[in-house]
């Protein structure tokens, strides 16, 4: 019952699982967690569509259908189910393919990247027609661009709608609609669903705390099991900045900021659920889809984790060290993660660490926590932003000029991305080799960060370290795992490997 392989986009992946009926079936009477998100099963004969994990009573095998994507099952007329809330699960590798262009398309429309744009707008940050754009969408999804960012944002004001305790009218502001009247048009006619209606009895069966603070939100995200929370925790809490971050033995917290707007959020990791509790602040509420998001990619909910073991089991070298539950830790932003890569370049990690946190200290901004009284197990600064670094003459890091210079010059390459509105996933991490300072490593750890799930960073030491500790022989001539051997997972093999020198007391 493992998942197979990403399917590429045509209108076969998008209206019919790829996994076989006999495994959907098993799944979805046995109630597996595992395969939540990789399918959605139609049932006829209510005009419901379900996620793996439905606590209602299974329908009859007669009466079902299986869809690779919640867009193919609302494309067949049915609606989301109130008790399951397909909008929730985990994202679906069903989404991967050959179309990079749409591919590209979807992930930001997905992230709330469209915002209040133009369809030619958005078309011209892809750099491709508006009519290219359409017809590659009618093509391989059988939907406009804009119906299919209708779709995202109904499914996720039905999340608020059913899990925070929001005016309907704060909802379809958040959700991106330009008006209540448009929201409720469009929700009723893709969910099959009043707002109000369901508004009303969603806070009949909420928990009071919901609502934890003004300016806060409190949602639940999912994820596939096994999900190896330990792993994930120790990552953070060895490169931890105080002040940034707060982790404690179930939660991660840590201050963000997002095209002007700023905030913070805590994860608490429920395993019983599958999932993390986000309790959320943020200035900006209409970047509140975008922020969630990120959340998620940081925390890499939607990985299939199955697939990446089974994959890297295969090489004898590795086998010995692979565990279930494997998770990228991410990084808010990709300037964060440059900046760290480069003062961590040639020294060790104590120093790195102590740079990091003074480059903190120096150039970050308090993150105003208002009245709040129960703030101190909260973040307290923001990183510091692209402009702050680049006018600072950083004579407070202790080291070379040509560095403090590489991240000056960072700093300005950034934000020159962040005027032409480069999302977090159009990051061109290879234009940064233009930049004196700035190397393959730092490159490629820059992205790892950022949640590429194929960074194998051979030239490392510490990966080289692991191989030689993990290799009867040694290290030779050549390395006993090469990057197509761990394609397309080779950040996952990275992390394997320094996670098996953490386990070293000598290392």
């Known amino acids: 019952m493992t998942p197979g392989a990403a399917q ?17 079936n098993k799944a979805r009477l046995a109630r597996d967690a595992r395969f939540d998100g990789l399918f959605f099963t139609g049932v006829r004969t209510t005009g419901i569509f379900c996620r793996s994990i439905c606590p209602a009573t299974p329908s009859k095998e007669t009466n079902v259908t299986y869809y690779a994507t919640a867009l193919g099952a609302a494309q067949a007329g049915l609606r989301p189910c109130l008790r399951c809330r397909p909008e929730a699960a985990p994202g679906s590798p069903a ?3 050959t179309e990079t262009t749409l591919i590209r398309a979807v992930r930001m429309i997905d992230d709330g990247e469209w915002g209040g744009q133009s369809l030619p707008q958005f078309a011209e940050r ?10 590659l969408f009618q093509q391989h ?9 209708n779709f995202r944002r109904a499914l996720f004001a039905k999340q608020l709608l059913q899990q925070t305790t929001l ?49 806060t939100l409190a949602l639940f995200l999912s994820y596939r099991p096994p999900y190896d929370w330990a ?11 105080a002040g940034l971050e707060v982790l404690s033995d179930n939660s991660y917290s840590r201050s963000f900021s997002y095209q002007g707007c700023v905030g913070w959020f805590t994860a608490s990791h429920r395993p019983d659920k599958n999932g993390f509790g986000i309790e959320l602040a943020l200035s900006e509420p209409q970047h509140t889809l975008a922020v969630v998001q990120q959340i998620r990619r940081l925390l890499d909910l939607d990985a299939d984790t199955k697939a990446i073991s089974r994959h890297l089991a295969g090489n004898a070298v590795l086998a010995p060290i692979v565990r279930k539950g494997l998770r990228l830790p991410g990084m808010w932003a990709a300037f964060e993660a440059g900046t760290r890569a480069i003062l961590g370049q040639q020294v060790s990690v104590k120093v790195a660490h102590n740079m990091v946190t003074r480059l903190v200290n120096e150039l970050g901004v308090p993150l105003n926590q208002g009245d709040n009284k129960s703030a101190d197990n909260r973040p307290t600064i923001l990183f510091p932003e692209p402009a702050a670094v680049a006018r600072s003459k950083l004579e407070f890091l202790a080291m070379p000029d040509k560095r403090r210079q590489a991240l000056r010059l960072l700093a300005r390459h950034v934000m020159g991305d962040e005027n032409r509105q480069t999302s977090v996933r159009q990051t061109a991490f290879e234009d940064w080799l233009g930049i004196p300072g700035i190397g393959p490593w730092t ?34 001539l050549q390395s006993p795992v090469s990057v197509e051997d761990v394609s397309p997972w080779g950040s996952y093999a990275t992390l394997l490997l320094w996670e098996s020198l953490s386990a070293d007391p000598q290392r």
Request: hydrophobic share 40%; glycine share 10%; with cysteine.
């Open 141 to 149: 999804l059988g939907t406009s661009p804009k119906k299919y960012v």
């Open 167 to 215: 005016a309907v009218t704060e909802v379809a502001s958040i959700a991106g609609f330009g008006s209540t009247r448009r929201f409720n048009t469009v929700f009723a006619e893709l969910m099959g669903l009043n707002p109000r209606q369901l508004r009303r009895s969603a806070v009949k069966k909420m928990s009071p705390n919901l609502r934890l603070e003004r300016g």
């Open 443 to 476: 490159v490629q750890y820059a992205a790892f960060r950022m949640g590429d799930p194929d960074i194998f960073l051979l030239g490392d030491l510490g990966v080289k370290n692991a191989l030689k500790k993990l290799s009867p022989g040694g290290l030779e």
């Open 95 to 97: 989404w991967r393919g």
């Open 231 to 241: 792993a994930v925790r120790e990552f953070y809490r060895a490169r931890q900045i």
């Open 8 to 24: 590429p986009f045509d209108r076969s992946t998008l209206n019919k699982s790829a996994l076989p009926q006999s495994v959907c």
């Open 126 to 135: 892809l750099g491709v027609s508006d009519r290219y754009l359409r017809k």
